[in-house]
């Protein structure tokens, strides 16, 4: 396997209209063919939002009973694969796991993708036979607040040589306000979500500040492996064996907490954000429904 330090961190360049890498766009044709099947879910996010928590929890629930050793012996990001995410020279366990077996997969599966990038959702769609399957979500969505994606994206992008240089503080800040992220614009993502939410209802849309709710109130208690301590220490989820991840600049699972943005923005980066914000939110319903 070739080592991190010796590969150039990737350039961003405008996809069908949506800044992207070439790590998460060379495999743009095999994620447009997949085809799902009757009982499997996709996970949608943008970046950073709670992806390896929720993909965790829905895991779990998903194999838990059948085949409870799945936790303990197969990383997570083989149990539930990003679809779209192409490291065959960096990840030797990526080449065995290879893209036939991958799109022979089934159970759940994440996507970045942009709604408008990716019609497949349909593929999602329960079949009019599958009477008990119907009654469940086929694609589940996490939105986090802008703030505090703005802040873990920035020290993710710090800590992974294969995302982007993200450069100092200031300009991340204006970056992200202008879309120029791995995956396009958060404000554009959540939104462009949300209106799919209107005509697909298979899509169960929710938020990682609910979450982190459900956990103060011990609602998940009976999961105890995707508590933040335990996953923190899970190498089966917290990406040690990752090469391409600094783990002396940040943790991947960092601080799982709401409201870390007080600790990065000052008085004038939340000022001038918020005016950004409402603007690009102002004809939303969503606006009401994310925490700030
Ligand atoms: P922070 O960087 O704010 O700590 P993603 O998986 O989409 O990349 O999202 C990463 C964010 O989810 C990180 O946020 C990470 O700490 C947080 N996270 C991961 N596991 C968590 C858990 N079990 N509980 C709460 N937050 C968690």
Redesign the pocket.
């Known amino acids: 396997s070739r080592k991190m330090d010796s590969i150039p961190r990737p350039e961003l360049f405008d996809f069908h209209g949506v800044s992207m890498t070439h790590y998460f766009t060379d495999n743009w044709e095999d994620v447009q063919n997949l085809q799902a099947r009757p009982d499997d879910i996709l996970l949608v996010?943008y970046?950073?939002?709670?992806?390896?928590?929720?993909?965790?929890i829905l895991d779990q629930l998903y194999f838990g009973l059948i085949s409870p050793e799945r936790q303990t012996s197969i990383p997570l990001y083989l149990r539930v694969p990003l679809l779209e995410i192409a490291l065959p020279a960096l990840q030797p366990e990526m080449d065995s796991f290879s893209r036939p077996e991958l799109f022979d997969f089934h159970g759940v599966s994440i996507t970045h993708y942009f709604t408008d990038n990716w019609e497949n959702i349909q593929s999602f769609q329960a079949q009019p036979d599958d009477i008990l399957i119907a009654t469940y979500p086929k694609a589940v969505y996490?939105a986090?607040n802008a703030r505090?994606s703005m802040?873990?994206y920035f020290?993710?992008d710090r800590m992974n040589m294969i995302q982007p240089e993200p450069g100092d503080w200031s300009s991340y800040f204006h970056r992200f306000m202008e879309g120029k992220m791995v995956f396009g614009s958060w404000y554009d993502h959540v939104n462009g979500w949300w209106k799919k939410k209107q005509t697909y209802s298979k899509l169960h849309y929710m938020f990682?500040e609910d979450?982190?709710e459900s956990?103060r109130k011990n609602e998940l208690e009976a999961l105890h492996r995707?508590?933040?301590d335990?996953?923190?220490k899970d190498d089966m989820?917290n990406h040690s064996a990752f090469s391409g991840m600094d783990f002396k600049v940040?943790?991947?699972?960092?601080?799982?907490?709401v409201g870390?943005w007080k600790n990065h923005f000052t008085v004038a980066q939340s000022e001038q954000f918020d005016e950004d914000y409402k603007e690009k939110m102002k004809d939303s319903t969503l606006q009401q429904k994310l925490k700030r």
């Open positions: 996010t970046p950073k939002a709670g992806t390896t928590w929720v993909s965790n996490v986090r505090d802040v873990s020290h993710y990682y979450l982190i956990r995707v508590h933040f335990f996953m923190k989820v940040s943790s991947f699972i960092r601080k799982g907490k870390d």
